[in-house]
Nanobody
Framework: QVQLVESGGGLVQAGGSLRLSCAAS????????MGWFRQAPGKEREFVAA????????YYTDSVKGRFTISRDNAKNTVYLQMDSLKPEDTAVYYC?????????????????WGQGTQVTVSS
């Protein structure tokens, strides 16, 4: 089965940057879209960003547009989330996920494999 492992989370001051990585196993990684979601305490898991298999299309939730950048390197089976100008409201556990081939991008139910998450904490 596909395994996803996130890394790169940590504690950063408001206005700072972090780069998250998601390393994936599986020989068919390059055939799937990938997404990042986040979940803050007491809140539902929410969509953050997604990228299609060829990196020709990207999608972002409005709150991170202009600050976050999703990218992927299929040769390394890795997807990235560059987070700049971080705000305290970005604090959450960030999850990497693989998209269903026939699914959408914004709903967690459109994804079939999930990593265990990495904590991002932005202090004020």
């Amino acid at each position: 089965q596909v395994q996803l492992v996130e890394s790169g989370g940590g504690l950063v001051q408001a206005g700072g940057s972090l780069r998250l990585s998601c390393a994936a196993s599986g020989r068919t990684f390059s055939s799937y879209g990938m997404g990042w979601f986040r979940q803050a305490p007491g809140k539902e898991r929410e969509f953050v960003a997604a990228i299609n298999w060829s990196s020709t299309s990207t999608y972002y939730t409005d709150s991170v547009k202009g600050r976050f950048t999703i990218s992927r390197d299929n040769a390394k089976n890795t997807v990235y989330l560059q987070m700049d100008s971080l705000k305290p409201e970005d604090t959450a556990v960030y999850y990497c996920a693989r998209r269903y081939s026939s699914g959408g991008y914004y709903d967690p139910r459109d994804y079939d494999y999930w990593g265990q998450g990495t904590q991002v904490t932005v202090s004020s």
